[in-house]
């Protein structure tokens, strides 16, 4: 609220007296008028309100000067000394990308606070500007739909919150009204008070939440005035129309509809915005043709239709007609064309105009045609992620004006003409992904003087080079993997001062890496030289100064000695797979405060585990399996921690599982396979409400595990296997999540309870895999099936698995089990398992591998073994089952030895089956006094034939 004495008439006297003194002992009057003094109260009284960490307003002090027209943002009439304009937006957030959402600023320049409404004393405002702020979600003030005269009001990326007061409907003035980027918090629950913003010409509502708002065409239809709508992302309510009639917005030059994710035919009225010059349609799923009408739109200049489109047809032929078009996006749009059959389009005056022509990712075909060189102006071509095949052609020489050629992610092959070396103005070259052969020599760069970004990987060329080649390109990033750079470590790559990003992992490298390698660059943030043959030792870089280092990955090579430190900004440290020994440094969580992946797995490590993990405030992943770890696991974890994956295993590590761990509210990972681990499960685990994977096989724990079935909703993968577990299996049946369960090789008794027939996760069949399930490319599982372990990664989420071999279980097998139709695994051998197999069996339409081997089951086989047609391994060998072997599907490729040790069968491949009843007796065993008879194993039989 206003302070009411500050409008006293005594305090305006007093406060008059005192302007008047201050200028008359002033040495310098300012020139014109100064500003009002009411206007002046009202801004000191608006500041009050605000917080400024960063002191921007420090010059809006009387102290500095009583003149607030000179106070920074502030701008007057030149005339009547008025204040009319008011520009606190932040420049520090003005390196955000338009459309990148953002509703909170870290930016400690960021004002925030309230929004006095004594802001209203100044009557004259025509803009009002606080975008890139941030006010905590606050609603926007109604108040602000009073300033009669505002022209321009800007309120993006500011924080603001709610519903958007329709009171901002009262601004007939207004020409430009930006509320974009509030974060999808800031809602428009109805448009028509939009409808009364006449004099309106630039409109950005990108990333409001339209919610209800059902009119919004409607309402824009009738601003006449209107020269730029943007509503990206706003989840626009039944989607986009596809038609609409009497369309007024005949001076609209950009339209921004993209990202709203709309599920409708592409709408016909867009083509009749004669004036139209910008459209973005990008990310909705429109389907449809493109209408021929699209070529009336001769004034555009930017076409852009990219992102989940669903087009029928070819593009119209009328789209080389528009000469004035320079941008045409049709990025993943799946056309499914072949590229030479699309000379008709690009031979009209498209092809003088056309600065960009992105097709990347179209589904297109066919080779790469001579007249692709005919586009003289154009700047960008991306045809990458397609099927094109073939050679290039030299033609693409002749694209001088190029600055960006993507091809990557093709099927073309060949040479690598040296006509692309022609191409001086490019600065983006990516052909990785593709199947060319030969080499680049130093001739094919010597014109690529403005080169910043070069991919070349998975191409097997050649970079056949001097050693001491300095070439005159100066790169930001490199991607030459599965190149061939080797066996020198290339220098030249100590020419790139300004390279921030290297990927040559794969490129047959065995040499060292030089000692000028580490410090080359200031710009340096991203190494990658895994998978090569790198030898030595790497020096201690923990005190490289102002070093930019986050993310390096060495593993997969030759190198030894002692683990590397690496400076303060690395956050990523991937040394798997080499030769490091001796102990793991105890201060890492020092010397690299901002870990957040370090993986040391397969090297010579010893000792114990150090507490540095426990530490690292900023830790996700840690991986130190596959080493000679001994001692016992560190037990001063925290509550604070954001430990995802922890994965000590094949180490010598003993000792209990420390309670500690179950302060680890966010781990997902937890995988202590093949260790010497003793003791219970702890049940203070069940806190770990975010674990996926647990993984402590092949340990020495032992006792009963009675409370997993209250916990881990969100277990995918459970692995106890080869430990000392005893008493009947665990209650699980509550775990819907669970595709892979192995119990196997413990002291479990019992029986199978049916509940494990519930396990709702191994009901989907291969292709019912729920889409919210992620991959798992640095975490495995092993399956034994047939005596060979099966390690499963990357395709973890498409196992379902049951393993429950080698314990003491007791009892029938519950028919329940073929309630799991997406089991591709299961085995129960080795069990006291009785009774018969299921006769619905064949339910487990996807089972690849079953093994009932070495249990006491007895009765027949089921027919319905027929219908697994995916059974590709099966083991019924050492049971008490009876009767002819069915030979219908999969059953006919097996061989004698998966029925060995069942005495009862027959047939093949075993022996044939020998009928006790003679042929002249076959008519007689109709008659009841013959049933009585007979044996029941002898109606068994005949039942089954």
Request: aromatic share 8%; hydrophobic share 40%; charged share 15%.
């Amino acid at each position: 609220m206003c302070n009411p004495l500050l409008s006293s008439p005594y305090y305006v006297r007093v406060a008059a007296i005192l302007l008047v003194f201050l200028f008359v002992n002033s040495p310098i009057c300012p020139a014109g008028f100064t500003c009002q003094d009411n206007e002046r109260q009202a801004l000191f009284q608006f500041k009050i309100g605000l917080k400024d960490p960063g002191n921007r307003l420090s010059s809006w002090d009387v102290s500095v000067t009583t003149d607030c027209c000179l106070w920074k943002g502030v701008s007057c009439d030149n005339r009547t000394g008025h204040v009319i304009g008011l520009d606190l937006h932040n420049d520090h957030n003005e390196h955000q990308h338009r459309y990148q959402e953002q509703s909170v600023s870290d930016d400690r320049w960021a004002l925030g606070g309230e929004l006095s409404p004594c802001l209203l004393a100044i009557e004259h405002l025509t803009t009002l500007d606080l975008s890139g702020n941030y006010f905590g979600n606050m609603l926007i003030p109604r108040f602000l739909g009073s300033f009669k005269q505002l022209a321009t009001l800007r309120l993006s990326r500011a924080g603001f919150g709610g519903r958007i007061p329709h009171q901002l409907g009262n601004l007939l003035s207004l020409h430009q009204l930006d509320l974009s980027n509030n974060g999808h918090s800031l809602l428009l629950d109805d448009c028509w008070w939009l409808s009364n913003l006449t004099s309106l010409q630039h409109l950005d509502l990108s990333f409001v939440n339209f919610g209800i708002a059902a009119n919004w065409l409607e309402a824009l239809n009738a601003l006449h005035s209107i020269l730029e709508i943007r509503l990206s992302q706003c989840g626009l309510l039944n989607g986009i129309p596809s038609s609409f009639q009497h369309l007024n917005l005949t001076s609209l030059v950009t339209l921004d509809l993209s990202d709203n994710y709309s599920n409708s035919t592409l709408p016909t009225w867009l083509f009749d915005l004669k004036s139209l010059q910008n459209l973005f349609l990008r990310g909705n799923y429109f389907y449809g043709s493109i209408p021929a009408s699209i070529g009336n739109m001769s004034s555009l200049t930017v076409l852009e239709l990219s992102d989940r489109f669903s087009l029928r047809g070819s593009i119209p032929g009328a789209l080389g007609n528009l000469c004035k078009l320079q941008q045409l996006d049709l990025t993943w749009s799946p056309l499914r064309q072949n590229l030479s059959d699309m000379k008709e389009i690009f031979s009209g005056c498209i092809k003088n105009s056309l600065t960009k022509l992105s097709l990347r990712g179209a589904s297109l075909s066919g080779y790469l045609p001579e007249w692709i060189g005919d586009f003289q102006n154009l700047k960008i071509l991306d045809l990458s992620m397609n099927s094109l095949s073939g050679k290039l052609p030299s033609s693409l020489g002749r694209l001088l004006s190029l600055q960006q050629l993507s091809l990557y992610g093709n099927e073309l092959n060949g040479d690598v003409p040296e006509t692309i070396g022609w191409l001086s103005e490019l600065v983006i070259l990516k052909l990785g992904l593709n199947s060319f052969k030969g080499g680049l020599s130093e001739n094919f760069f010597a014109n690529l003087t403005k080169l910043k970004n070069l991919g070349l990987s998975s191409t097997s060329l050649a970079l056949n080079v001097r050693p001491d080649w300095k070439p005159l390109f100066r790169l930001e990033y490199i991607n030459m993997s599965s190149c061939i750079l080797g066996p020198q470590f290339p220098s030249w790559i100590k020419t790139q001062e300004s390279l921030s990003s290297l990927h040559m992992y794969d490129v047959n490298i065995s040499d060292s890496i030089p000692d000028w390698f580490w410090n080359f660059s200031s710009s340096l943030e991203f190494i990658d030289l895994s998978h090569n043959g790198i030898r030595g030792m790497l020096p201690d870089l923990s005190e490289l100064a102002d070093s930019k280092l986050t993310y390096v990955d060495l593993s997969c090579n030759l190198l030894e000695g002692t683990v590397p430190q690496f400076p303060k900004s690395i956050s990523y440290l991937f040394l798997s797979n080499n030769s490091f020994s001796g102990l793991i440094p105890p201060g890492i969580h020092k010397t690299m405060p901002k870990l957040q992946y370090l993986f040391l797995s397969k090297n010579n490590l010893s000792g114990s585990i150090p507490l540095f993990p426990c530490n690292l405030e900023e830790l996700i992943a840690l991986d130190l399996s596959n080493n000679h770890l001994s001692g016992e696991l560190p037990d001063c974890w925290k509550g604070s921690s954001n430990l995802q994956d922890l994965d000590f295993s094949q180490n010598e590590i003993s000792g209990q599982i420390p309670i500690s761990i179950s302060h680890l509210t966010s781990l997902e990972h937890l995988i202590l396979r093949g260790n010497r681990l003793s003791g219970g499960l702890p049940s203070s685990l069940d806190s770990c409400r975010a674990m996926v994977l647990l993984d402590l096989s092949y340990n020495q724990l032992s006792g009963e595990i009675t409370w997993m079935d209250r916990s881990f909703s969100n277990l995918k993968f459970l692995n106890l296997r080869a430990n000392m577990f005893s008493g009947n299996l665990p209650p699980l049946s509550q775990l819907n999540s669970l595709r892979i369960l192995d119990l196997s090789r413990n002291n479990f008794s019992g029986n199978i309870p049916k509940s494990y027939g519930n396990l709702r996760a191994m009901s989907y069949s291969l292709n019912h895999v729920p889409s919210e399930t992620a991959s798992y490319s640095h975490v495995a599982m092993n399956l034994e099936i047939n005596g060979f372990y099966i390690q499963f990664s990357n395709v973890l989420n498409l196992v379902a698995a049951i393993d429950l071999s080698k314990n003491h279980l007791l009892g029938p097998i519950p028919e329940e089990l073929t309630d799991l139709y997406g089991l591709r695994f299961l085995n129960l051998s080795g069990n006291n398992l009785t009774g018969h197999i299921p006769d619905k069996i064949n339910l487990l339409k996807v089972l690849e591998a079953l093994d009932l081997s070495s249990n006491n089951l007895s009765g027949a086989i089921p027919p319905s073994f027929g219908q697994l047609n995916f059974l590709s391994y099966m083991n019924l060998s050492y049971n008490n089952l009876s009767g002819r072997i069915p030979i219908s599907g999969q059953l006919s490729t097996f061989d004698s030895t998966i029925y060995v040790g069942n005495q009862g069968l027959c047939g093949i491949p075993l022996h044939e089956c020998q009928d006790k009843v003679s042929i002249k007796d076959e008519a007689h065993l109709t008659s009841p006094e013959i049933w009585l008879h007979l044996s029941a194993e002898l109606v068994m039989f005949m039942l089954l034939l």
